[in-house]
Structure formats: C-alpha cells, structure tokens
C-alpha cells in the first residue's frame, strides 16, 4: 500500500503542475486591446510655424508603451521635421518622452509608431502629446488625421495648448506584467454579470474554495491509503 500511495501523491503533484502551467500559459497569451480613438471625420490644421496639435487622455491600464499616430503627409511629399512631445497632463512643463519624426517616413492611412519604455504607474493618469513644426510652412505641413465629432471619455483634441471639439485619431498600447494580466482576466469575468458575479473577489473566493476542496480531496485519499496499510 505505501506504494500505492506514493503514486497517489505522484499524480497529485503532476495534476496541479499541470493545472498551475495551463493557467500560467493561458494568462500569458492575454494581452491588453489597444486604446484610443478610432472614428474620424476630418483632417487637424497642419503642424506648421506656432501651430501645435496634441491630444489628452487618461490611461485606462498600466505599462503604457506605445502611441500610434495617424497622421497626413505634406502634399509635397516632403517636408521638415517634427518634434513629438508626450507629457503627463496638458499643464506639465516637462517631457516624459522626446522623439523627432521624418515626415518622409509618414504613409497615408498607416498609423506612425512612437515605443518608449513602458510606464508602469500610467493607470488612471492623464497623459497629453503633440506635435510641433516650427520650420514649417503652411502648405507643405503634416496634418493629424481627426475626429471633429468622436467623443472620448477622459479624452480630447488640442490646438495650441486649448482644448478643442472631439479627438485626433491614435491608439495607445499597454505592456502588462504577470498579476496585471491576472487582474485583468478578473475584470473581463466580471464585466457585465450581474450582483455577486459582478465583482472579481468573486471569482478569487472560487479558485481558493477550488483549492480547498482539492487539498482536502488529496488528504482524504490519502488517509484511506494509511488505513488500508493498517
């Protein structure tokens, strides 16, 4: 019987190693959906002399990393130089990040990337971009691609440094750690299900009572081996 029971113990272990790797493998395959605003309508006055154009918003997840622009080539084809600006707020009076963009490198209806080192606290913080030209002139401009009429909560269009109707059109990507994906996954679970099923200590309780009961299930085989042994 002592054998019997080192099997039964044996596949205990691999049971809940098995279990423990199919749960870590699905929850890192999950991954945050991009955010931003996606509706459009219109075209941004053109990144040109004094002229800036930006957009704020607020994060709706940690580990902010990556901003697409979408954005208008000048009509030239070429053009100067712009500088990107991400800050954290509209008032802020330094950058988080820098970078310049070649308008060369800008493709009608293809979102330009702009990657940095993830920001791991992003989560509820308002966060503003820019872009500005100043050797531009007026007609050989990049232009945001914009959404006059898209409404964004937590969000809006900026001229200038003064808020201005809808939004410009980009979406934002978000870089999460283990326990954020966890938490995450809880959030999907409960969104949308009603009282209890509602809430993500819900499904928390159930993966320990689950724990529990296969403790006790393990305990339990297990003292029926001993006492057969007697």
Known sequence: MTGLRAVMVALAVLWLAALALVVKTGVDRLHASP???AAAGDMSPEVAGST???????????GLYRIELFLQPPATGSGQPLTFHLQAGVDATSDLWTATIDPGQIVAGSPYAIEFEPLRDSRGRTFYFYLESPQSRPGEAVQFVYGPASVLEGGSAYLNGQEAAGNLVFQTYY???????????????????????GTKGFYVGLAILYGLLLLLLIWHVGKKVTSGEK
């Open 35 to 37: 955010w931003g605003n």
């Open 175 to 197: 870089s999460l750690r283990t326990r954020e994906k966890v938490d995450l996954l809880l959030e999907r679970m409960a969104e949308g299900r009603p009282y209890l099923l």
């Open 52 to 62: 800036q154009v930006g957009q704020a918003w607020m994060a709706p997840l940690p």
